[in-house]
């Protein structure tokens, strides 16, 4: 499947990989290809972020994508600005040979996005409504996984950032979002260049308790 692929049926795409197989297979997919994706598969995939829960059924969420390529550039050069900035004690870290590999990876596959966010073809922004000045994060979390979940479905790569909001005056500005409906997150879309996989997750038995919490306190 591809981006300019003419036979692409939008309705039936992804109808068919079971839930709960699809949450265990999301993953950051950080290296996307330039190829477009058609705006029908990104109102898809927007469509299911629609969906989620959110307190009273406000529904808070904005949903701007970007496709333009000026437009895109403009939003990458503050993107690799604002993760140098942020991220470089992160980059620094992962030169100790005694620093974890998976977390390298992680670190470079986020530092690779950065340098090519220009090349992801959508730009999809979730902004929402403020409620008395303060920004509903908690009501547009569920929808970002949604859309990450349905992403999956379809084939699309996907991955959550926040890096932007650095420069978020100037890049909602940009979106023609005001301060009354903060961009919350960039999610950079694109068909994947590499395939999905189960992420590295800590176990369930470690997470679950019965009744009562019985962990350890000071592991964190
Ligand atoms: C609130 C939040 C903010 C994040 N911000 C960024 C970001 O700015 N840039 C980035 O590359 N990844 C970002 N991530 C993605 C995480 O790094 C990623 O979910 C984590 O490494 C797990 O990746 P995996 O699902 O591939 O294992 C963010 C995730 C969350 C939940």
């Avoid at 620094?92 to 966010?117: I, Q, S, T, W």
């Avoid at 023609?176 to 994947?192: D, E, F, Q, V």
């Amino acid at each position: 499947m591809s981006g300019d692929d003419p036979a692409l049926d939008i309705a039936s795409v992804g109808e068919d990989v079971p839930l709960l197989e699809g949450i265990r297979t999301t993953r950051a997919i950080r290296r996307l290809r330039p190829d477009p994706v058609p705006a029908e598969l990104v109102r898809k995939v927007v469509e299911a972020g629609t969906f989620a829960p959110s307190g009273g059924n406000r529904q808070p969420w904005i949903f701007v994508a970007v496709s333009e390529p000026e437009r895109r550039a403009f939003i990458a050069k503050r993107y690799l600005k604002a993760f140098r900035t942020y991220v470089a004690p992160a980059l620094e870290a992962a030169r100790d040979p005694d620093f974890p590999d998976a977390r390298r990876r992680n670190v470079h596959a986020a530092l690779h996005l950065a340098e090519h966010l220009h090349e992801a073809p959508v730009h999809l922004f979730v902004a929402g409504w403020t409620r008395r000045g303060v920004q509903q994060t908690e009501g547009l979390f569920p929808a970002i996984q949604n859309v990450l979940l349905a992403c999956r479905a379809v084939g699309l790569g996907a991955s959550l950032t926040t890096v932007h909001r650095a420069f978020s005056e100037e890049i909602d500005a940009f979106l023609g979002l005001s301060p009354r409906t903060p961009s919350c997150a960039l999610l950079p879309i694109g068909w994947p260049a590499g395939r999905y996989g189960r992420p590295p997750r800590r176990p369930v038995d470690e997470c679950l308790f019965w009744e009562r919490y019985e962990g350890d306190e000071s592991r964190r």
